[in-house]
């Protein structure tokens, strides 16, 4: 009964933003990943920017799962 009514309360077209924008925490995540590894050498700026990444990669993920499974 909660599925129809989550349904119901988010269109096709918002869910596709949703998706779009975890998506894109995602391939922000993979750049800010490559940087801090690679591009940065001091280690605490390279440890919070890697730490940054991994938050949007679980914001991403979180999303991802929120539109998979209302679908």
Excluded: D, E
Excluded at 16 to 37: D, E, H, K, P, V
């Amino acid at each position: 009964m909660n599925q129809f009514v989550l349904s119901a309360a988010i269109s096709p077209m918002n869910m596709m933003w949703i998706s779009f924008y975890s998506m894109g925490f995602m391939a922000l995540s993979m750049a800010l990943m490559y940087i801090s590894r690679h591009k940065i050498s001091n280690g605490i700026i390279s440890g919070v920017i890697a730490l940054i990444a991994y938050s949007f990669l679980l914001i991403g993920f979180l999303t991802m799962i929120f539109v998979i499974f209302t679908w």
